[in-house]
């Protein structure tokens, strides 16, 4: 089992940046067995959407181009942390953000099995 805790989240003005990050706990070979990792978000009303997934290999996907020039992901493999710095916010962006977790690679990934209880962003403007 492996469990997954965001942090990082707040409110900021739009324009501002938000480093978020995303813990990883569980037994040695179940954490290790991780690959795919990604954040996702759903803001009140909507779906939830994929934001971008990085590979234990650190090859990423983003969502769209908007996404790719503003926001970065990234892990630390050492230390089971997934990260996502986010920049020139935009009040578009105000959503619950979720931090995911599979055991294969992203490039097949369907569906991820583990999940955060999410942190909240807000962006004003």
Request: include cysteine; charged fraction near 15%.
């Given at each position: 089992q492996v469990t997954?805790?965001?942090s990082g989240?707040?409110?900021?003005?739009a324009g501002g940046s938000l480093n978020l990050s995303c813990a990883t706990f569980g037994a040695i070979y179940s954490v290790g067995s991780i690959n795919c990792m990604g954040w996702f978000r759903q803001a009140p009303g909507k779906s939830r959407e994929r934001v971008a997934i990085i590979d234990r290999?650190?090859?990423t996907i983003y969502a769209d181009d908007d996404v790719?020039?503003?926001?970065?992901?990234s892990r630390d493999n050492a230390k089971d942390i997934l990260y996502l710095q986010m920049n020139s916010l935009k009040?578009?962006?105000?959503?619950?953000?979720?931090?995911?977790?599979?055991?294969?690679y992203c490039r097949?990934?369907?569906g991820?099995?583990?999940?955060?209880r999410?942190?909240?962003?807000t962006v004003s403007s």
């Open positions: 997954l805790v965001e989240g707040g409110s900021v003005q290999d650190h090859s790719k020039g503003r926001f970065t992901i009040p578009e962006d105000t959503a619950t953000y979720y931090c995911a977790a599979a055991d294969i097949i990934v369907g991820f099995p583990y999940w955060g999410g942190t909240q962003v």
